[in-house]
């Protein structure tokens, strides 16, 4: 199982990137897909989910009403918008598979992870 992130950069605070998360190796619609972050010195933290069909979405309530997760199964692919950056968003950014629906939130119900990719937002 692959899981390839890719998408990130280096943004000005208010700005917009959209990450993408490229799946191979499982069948993709049948897997919960999520996004973490880590910053520096900071522990793993919950992004975003998307269940099966793209039926249920769920924010960290630090990211709601700026970023939106989704998915193109026809492509296995989901993807991350992110708008209205801040420098507090400045991290390295996960995508993770998990097969059953758990506690989406947390990270240890992930069965598979992605590289990272690194986002800056700079003030």
């Known amino acids: 199982v692959q899981l390839q992130a890719s998408g990130g950069g280096l943004v000005q605070a208010g700005g917009s990137l959209r990450l993408s998360c490229a799946a191979s190796?499982?069948?993709?619609?049948?897997?919960?897909m999520g996004w973490f972050r880590q910053a520096p010195g900071k522990e793993r933290e919950f992004v975003a989910a998307?269940?099966?069909?793209?039926?249920?979405?769920y924010y960290a309530d630090s990211v709601k009403g700026r970023f939106t997760i989704s998915r193109d199964n026809a492509k296995n692919t989901v993807y991350l918008q992110m708008n209205s950056l801040k420098p507090e968003d400045t991290a390295v950014y996960y995508c993770?598979?998990?097969?059953?629906?758990?506690?989406?939130?947390?990270?240890?119900?992930?069965?598979?992870w992605g590289q990272g990719t690194q986002v800056t937002v700079s003030s």
């Open positions: 190796g499982l069948t993709f619609g049948y897997y919960v």
């Open positions: 993770a598979a998990m097969r059953k629906l758990n506690y989406y939130s947390d990270y240890a119900s992930y069965d598979y």
């Open positions: 998307i269940t099966w069909n793209g039926g249920n979405t």
